[in-house]
């Protein structure tokens, strides 16, 4: 049998007896059959001595069962690592940071407690998946949207709390930002609500995000300081219409006021839906279309085409722009959406167009105009998740095609943040290519092209992949933490990661001698004094494994 | 959890016989004793873009299974007919597809403590290869 770390077999066999006690012994699990369910699927470190793996895991269905669990879990000082329905892939998955940890599987907890359709919000606990939250509303016919990132597989909460986003508008797009009230188990087993929620009978949990205080809420997200058994979501109401229209420009340097002018429709709310970027020239999809090229294949580029991306710099040369010209491929092609009263909608198109019109030879094309709703069949034919419909296409490309003819075994994402601009998108381009090129990764085509899901600032998102060599995975997540020191060194920081890099990541943040991460600390022995909790989240240890993992 | 040994019956997967998989004991503080049942299989599920997953689900049909395909996605399938039963703990699931599909369901099996008992990779033409397989 696994024990944790730190644990005796005698108390963690007493730990054990008192959970079974607490939860009843079915959703105890300790057998190697079981606990490799909690293995991460897209493990950087899968099959080798290093991979996180959990030497037990408990499945409760309650808060007051998870309160049992963190005070048992105190008794015994047995390390707990919280998930909701482990779907995490990329990013880690259910594997928990710190190895041999008990991992706290909280999918059992999958009531939709309310979805208040009047005001717009939902309140879920950890284990509803953006599945479960979409049937519950269709079900009764509630004229609520959801947002969600793609695949829709993950947990509401789960995917919020490490601060994912999604396809819909701005306001409901970054995930965290959208919640509005959190119950906590604390790890000393106390209950605690967040927001107005610290009012017994309160009337506004959902509707009033911060309360009187400090609003504390963020610190439970990408952190180890308590577990989160209830959470509130807004929702947006089911808009009437939705209009989807490119801007294309062709010329390279266009690329500077594209992004500008993106910035100021965007801030100005004339637009608000899922902002998307592409190089038909260059041969970049944009996001909503990667699964339909993964499906049929990228588009056929003519052998004079394919010479002159092998000649371009930075994605760039004068006899591949003129090309473009000739053969009407713009360099850059950005998708708006917009959602809304049909009047509306076409009257922020026809704002969005006016102020791309100041880009000579900008031409604008509409290639979606829906009157809303429409049900999840007929959602396929679009990027589904832009119309708030969870989808599993992702993994629709299955079979090896002469497009994908080595599909890998997975992949981590390196996700730095960079700023909004499009001398921003050239500059990581060069950084990242040249690096990528000197440490043998293969990460790069001819450019990338950042996402778009934040209103204020890009993520230059990019899939490092998992090979079944072990040797590779280790050049690789060397790589990858070079990777992530360079980008540093530019002023840019990942938005998430996983724990392998989790602490690497966390390094950068390092303004005056790292004082955030002191300050994490400080926080970690207040709250969590026996280090049950999470131990190495975000590179936040414990006080008896600080500096020692 | 306690788990069970199960034999699956008229499961021909990879053209075999019934397997039979023998499971871990309980651990303690659990008893130790092993249970057995057989657990038959709900479905089988195939991709219809591959004539070798037609003539293995034509042979599950002609058999008495009850068979459904899907195209490619198997989001609308997992739905409708997979979910349901893996909630109800209804049985195994039996299937052939790409790996990505078995990856993905393989995933969303592990939310119901089911796991891939069985899997054997064949070729499928020029389309890289087709996974036939049991959860359980």
């Given at each position: 049998m696994r024990v944790p770390p730190n644990v005796s077999a005698t108390d963690y066999a007493k730990a054990l007896g008192e959970f079974e006690q607490a939860i009843g012994r079915d959703w105890v699990f300790t057998s190697d059959e079981d606990l490799d369910l909690y293995r991460d699927a897209f493990s950087p470190f899968l099959n080798e001595p290093e991979e996180r793996i959990a030497s037990g895991a408990l499945a409760p269905v309650s808060t007051e069962q998870v309160q049992q669990i963190v005070r048992i879990a105190n008794k015994y000082r047995i390390p707990l690592y919280p998930i909701s329905t482990g779907k995490n892939l990329g990013y880690g998955g259910s594997a928990p940071a710190y190895s041999g940890s008990v991992v706290l599987d909280l999918k059992r907890m999958n009531r939709v407690i309310e979805v208040n359709e009047q005001h717009a919000f939902a309140l879920v606990e950890p284990g509803v998946s953006y599945f479960d939250l979409y049937h519950y509303i269709r079900e009764r016919k509630l004229k609520v949207w959801i947002d969600c990132p793609d695949p829709g597989w993950g947990s509401v909460m789960g995917n919020a709390l490490d601060r994912g986003g999604g396809y819909t508008t701005a306001n409901y797009r970054n995930h965290f930002d959208s919640h509005c009230g959190m119950e906590i188990v604390l790890p000393d087993g106390e209950l605690l609500r967040t927001g107005m929620g610290a009012i017994p009978n309160a009337q506004t949990w959902q509707q009033y995000k911060s309360g009187c205080g400090p609003w504390i809420d963020g610190i439970f997200s990408q952190s180890n300081y308590g577990i989160v058994t209830k959470m509130g979501f807004w929702l947006m109401p089911e808009p009437e219409a939705y209009l989807r229209g490119t801007v294309s420009v062709p010329r390279y340097h266009d690329l500077m006021p594209l992004v500008e002018t993106l910035n100021l429709v965007e801030n100005s709310r004339i637009t608000s839906g899922f902002p998307d970027l592409e190089s038909p020239l260059l041969g970049y999809p944009p996001v909503g279309q990667i699964q339909l090229w993964n499906e049929t294949g990228p588009p056929k580029l003519s052998p004079e085409h394919l010479?002159?991306?092998?000649?371009?710099?930075?994605?760039?040369?004068?006899?591949?722009?003129?090309?473009?010209?000739?053969?009407?491929?713009?360099?850059?092609?950005?998708?708006?959406?917009?959602?809304?009263?049909?009047?509306?909608?076409?009257?922020?198109?026809?704002?969005?167009?006016?102020?791309?019109?100041?880009?000579?030879?900008?031409?604008?094309?509409?290639?979606?105009?829906?009157?809303?709703?429409?049900?999840?069949?007929?959602?396929?034919?679009?990027?589904?998740?832009?119309?708030?419909?969870?989808?599993?296409?992702?993994?629709?490309?299955?079979?090896?095609?002469?497009?994908?003819?080595?599909?890998?075994?997975?992949?981590?994402?390196?996700?730095?943040?960079?700023?909004?601009?499009?001398?921003?998108?050239?500059?990581?381009?060069?950084?990242?290519?040249?690096?990528?090129?000197?440490?043998?990764?293969?990460?790069?085509?001819?450019?990338?092209?950042?996402?778009?899901?934040?209103e204020r600032a890009f993520i230059f998102i990019l899939a490092t992949p998992v090979t079944e060599d072990p040797a590779t995975n280790k050049r690789y997540r060397e790589g990858f933490k070079k990777l992530i020191e360079i980008g540093g060194q530019h002023g840019w920081g990942e938005y998430?990661?996983?724990?392998?890099?989790?602490?690497?990541?966390?390094?950068?943040?390092?303004?005056?001698?790292?004082?955030?991460?002191?300050?994490?600390?400080?926080?970690?022995?207040?709250?969590?004094?026996?280090?049950?909790?999470?131990?190495?989240?975000?590179?936040?240890?414990p006080k008896h494994l600080r500096g020692k993992t | 959890?306690?788990?069970?040994?199960?034999?699956?019956?008229?499961?021909?997967?990879?053209?075999?016989?019934?397997?039979?998989?023998?499971?871990?004991?309980?651990?303690?503080?659990?008893?130790?004793?092993?249970?057995?049942?057989?657990?038959?299989?709900?479905?089988?599920?195939?991709?219809?873009?591959?004539?070798?997953?037609?003539?293995?689900?034509?042979?599950?049909?002609?058999?008495?299974?009850?068979?459904?395909?899907?195209?490619?996605?198997?989001?609308?399938?997992?739905?409708?007919?997979?979910?349901?039963?893996?909630?109800?703990?209804?049985?195994?699931?039996?299937?052939?597809?790409?790996?990505?599909?078995?990856?993905?369901?393989?995933q969303l099996a592990a939310q119901h403590w089911l796991r891939v008992v069985t899997r054997h990779e064949q070729q499928a033409g020029g389309s890289g290869p087709l996974v036939s397989w049991v959860i359980a």
């Open positions: 010479d002159l991306l092998k000649g371009a710099k930075l994605g760039y040369s004068p006899e591949l722009e003129a090309y473009g010209v000739r053969a009407g491929l713009p360099y850059w092609r950005l998708w708006l959406s917009f959602h809304g009263p049909e009047e509306v909608i076409q009257a922020q198109w026809h704002a969005a167009q006016r102020h791309f019109a100041r880009i000579p030879d900008a031409k604008f094309t509409v290639i979606d105009q829906l009157k809303l709703p429409v049900d999840a069949q007929q959602a396929t034919k679009y990027h589904e998740p832009e119309l708030g419909v969870p989808s599993l296409r992702a993994f629709s490309i299955g079979a090896r095609t002469p497009w994908t003819p080595t599909p890998s075994k997975g992949h981590m994402w390196f996700s730095p943040i960079i700023p909004r601009t499009g001398e921003a998108i050239i500059e990581a381009n060069r950084v990242f290519s040249e690096a990528a090129k000197s440490l043998g990764m293969p990460l790069f085509t001819t450019f990338t092209l950042p996402a778009c899901f934040w998430r990661t996983a724990p392998v890099f989790q602490h690497a990541v966390m390094d950068v943040y390092s303004f005056n001698n790292h004082a955030l991460q002191r300050f994490h600390a400080t926080l970690k022995d207040a709250i969590d004094p026996n280090g049950i909790l999470s131990a190495g989240r975000y590179d936040i240890w | 959890m306690n788990r069970r040994s199960f034999v699956l019956t008229g499961i021909t997967a990879a053209g075999t016989a019934a397997v039979a998989v023998p499971l871990p004991r309980a651990t303690p503080p659990q008893p130790a004793a092993v249970a057995t049942r057989r657990m038959r299989e709900f479905a089988f599920i195939f991709d219809q873009r591959f004539a070798a997953a037609h003539a293995l689900a034509n042979a599950m049909a002609w058999r008495g299974h009850k068979v459904f395909g899907y195209v490619g996605d198997i989001t609308a399938l997992w739905l409708r007919e997979i979910e349901p039963q893996w909630a109800r703990r209804a049985g195994a699931l039996a299937g052939i597809s790409t790996p990505a599909a078995l990856f993905c369901l393989e």
